[in-house]
């Protein structure tokens, strides 16, 4: 009887750590997923006071500094363009893995949660079958 105990200990430690990895793989890449949004929102942020110095340059001739400066800040704009494209792929990869990760985390807590009542059940029959002996 002591090594099946130790054998069922060890499968429900086994549940408990497997529910843990998953919960931990899941607020990583929430915090990851969280981290490209607040990328994406400074980029938007930066591309578009960028827009605002543009526009705010206005065309003017050529030899004007400010032509110089628009120009600068069109090449900014399109290399920001660039990064944010690459920003939104990143997060929507790493939106599909929380959506793959949340999945295997509610299946653990549902996995844990089944071993749980039928330990609870197991309990509660040993109980009421040593009532039954006294």
């Known amino acids: 009887m002591g090594h099946r105990y130790r054998r069922v200990a060890a499968s ?4 408990v750590d497997s529910v843990i990895g998953d919960i931990d793989e899941l607020v990583a890449l929430t915090l990851a997923y969280q981290m490209l949004n607040d ?3 400074s980029i938007d942020f930066a591309v578009s006071n960028a827009e605002r110095g543009v526009t705010a340059a206005g065309a003017g001739d050529a030899g004007n500094a400010k032509a110089c400066q628009t120009r600068i800040l ?5 290399q920001l363009s660039g990064l944010r494209d690459e920003v939104l792929r990143q ?3 790493m939106r599909q893995s929380y959506m793959a990760a949340l999945n295997q ?3 653990s807590a549902n996995y844990a949660g089944v071993v749980r009542q039928r330990d609870r ?3 509660d029959a040993a109980g009421a079958a040593a009532n ?3």
């Open 105 to 107: 985390a509610n299946l």
């Open 91 to 93: 997060r929507a990869q």
């Open 132 to 134: 039954r002996n006294r």
């Open 12 to 15: 429900r430690q086994g549940v």
């Open 74 to 78: 069109a090449k900014g704009i399109e």
């Open 39 to 41: 990328l994406t929102r």
């Open 121 to 123: 059940d197991a309990r």
